[in-house]
């Protein structure tokens, strides 16, 4: 007979070792993601690894530095930081779940008591109380171990999101310092072709006073200096926005710009042989929003869980003890204890319990279909920042051609209009060419420099340096 009452109480304790809703399985990519890269680019090296800090591929002392304050103090960095720490403290709160409750109380108070027609007055007294009480909850289908499960994921994927943040931070710092260089180089390209037009205008005007030149060349040539002069503060403008946007990503007021990336006049080029960039596998490894998706898909499947185990009761074991005393009624001491089980449980309304199963259900459901999105999003943009760095380089190729050839034509027609054998316009026109050439080339030069940018970007690297402080996050994983 005791062993058959010992079974009833440890059936249901073994039972709590089984946790409710589905287990979860980590969702691997397909097999067809795993490959190189289809897009074909110069100077890539499909088989090394991307280093961690990519933007040290550059060689520039000023980028590593800039790079090095805005994981520091960027702003949205200290947010996604803040958020972390929140997501940690959830964790700790769903653990607190598996731990009793206590609650301790105490009271004293002090009264009159009358009766009617009493021969004497009314009796003041004091009186003390004090109780606890102690409730635990046997976690039998697992609604506490999945609530914790799922608060871990959550945690994992706030810290994936803090790791996607500093790949931003990262990449855009770098774009902002090549944008500035950049747009200081066109504006040195931009006065180098305003002092060429201010030659040429000074030449038709020394040929006009001695008569061998027309008004309207000299009015032609002005018009060309002119236009020239016209470029320069787009290119001033570009600069200073670049300069402000890298102020606010190193966390500091638009005042505040290093004086290494003012001086900084030509957009530095990786000093590698060849870009090393991987391949899919190594890409979907290393991209914090694929992480953050795939732990977002767990603490989902997690919550299933929660919702499946409040279709079963839950019972709770508890126990209280009070203390009451009272000054004037002699005896009155009395102590009050109880011990035993609670069952609570939604039968037979179910309905509640049923519709908040199916939302769980249908959230897992959606967060797979944002991880499988963020697999194909990510091929995606490593394929296209790749095409785009491609079809740049090769137009970069021929506008520096282009330039070079421009170049020679202007001597040439500027040679033989000082000889008299051709005419201003012969050479204004081959100015405007070389002019041109020369524009094309800068902006050339710049959307290369922003690609590979996005090209580093899309490929996920820069958060591993940033997480040293950070690397025993969550260490209690194997809690379930």
């Not at 058959?4 to 980590?26: D, E, H």
């Not at 060849?274 to 596998?281: E, K, L, N, S, T």
């Not at 079963?312 to 074991?317: D, R, T």
């Amino acid at each position: 007979m005791r062993k058959s009452r010992l079974s009833l109480i440890l059936l249901p304790l073994l039972a709590s070792a089984c946790a409710a809703g589905p287990a979860y399985a980590p969702r691997r990519p397909p097999a067809a993601s795993a490959g190189p890269f289809i897009t074909t680019v110069d100077g890539i090296d499909r088989a090394g690894d991307l280093p961690d800090d990519w933007w040290r591929l550059y060689r520039d002392p000023a980028l590593d530095s800039l790079i090095e304050q805005a994981l520091a103090a960027n702003t949205d960095l200290r947010v996604a930081s803040a958020n972390l720490a929140r997501a940690r403290a959830i964790i700790r709160e769903a653990r607190a779940g598996r731990l009793p409750s206590t609650e301790v109380s105490g009271g004293v108070s002090y009264g009159d008591s009358a009766q009617v027609d009493a021969p004497v007055g009314n009796d003041a007294q004091w009186s003390q109380n004090a109780g606890v009480a102690l409730s635990w909850e046997a976690d039998l289908f697992g609604r506490i171990g999945r609530a914790v499960e799922a608060a871990r994921a959550d945690a994992e994927a706030v810290e994936a999101a803090r790791d996607a943040v500093r790949v931003t931070v990262a990449a855009e710092t770098t774009r902002a310092y090549l944008d500035a260089c950049a747009a200081a180089y066109a504006l040195s390209v931009a006065r180098q072709s305003l002092q060429t037009s201010t030659e040429s205008r000074r030449v038709v005007t020394e040929q006009a006073r001695a008569g061998s030149a027309s008004r309207l060349d000299v009015e032609r040539a002005a018009a060309a200096e002119a236009t020239a002069r016209a470029a320069l503060p787009a290119f001033e403008g570009q600069r200073q926005v670049a300069l402000f946007e890298l102020a606010a990503l190193l966390g500091t007021t638009p005042g505040n710009v290093p004086e290494t990336a003012r001086r900084c006049a030509v957009p530095p080029e990786p000093t590698a042989a060849a870009i090393p960039i991987g391949d899919g596998a190594a890409l979907l490894r290393r991209r914090p929003d694929l992480r953050q998706a795939e732990r977002q898909l767990a603490a989902d499947t997690a919550r299933i869980g929660v919702a499946t185990a409040d279709l079963y009761p839950v019972i709770s074991l508890g126990g209280s003890g009070t203390f009451f005393r009272n000054d004037v009624v002699r005896g009155s001491d009395s102590f009050s204890f109880s011990l035993g089980p609670l069952l609570s449980w939604r039968f037979p309304n179910m309905s509640v319990a049923r519709a908040r199963l199916r939302q769980a259900e249908a959230q897992g459901a959606a967060s797979l279909a944002a991880f499988d999105g963020k697999v194909i999003t990510a091929l995606k943009e490593v394929e296209q920042a790749l095409a785009i760095v491609a079809t740049e380089q090769r137009r970069l190729a021929a506008l520096r051609e282009a330039q070079d050839r421009s170049e020679r034509a202007y001597e040439l027609a500027d040679r033989r209009y000082r000889a008299g054998s051709i005419g201003l316009l012969d050479v204004l026109v081959a100015q405007s060419d070389l002019l041109a050439a020369r524009a094309s080339h800068a902006a050339s030069l710049r959307r290369l420099s922003l690609a590979r940018v996005d090209l580093f970007k899309a490929l996920g690297g820069g958060w591993q340096q940033a997480r040293s402080t950070d690397s025993a996050l969550l260490s209690e994983r194997s809690v379930k």
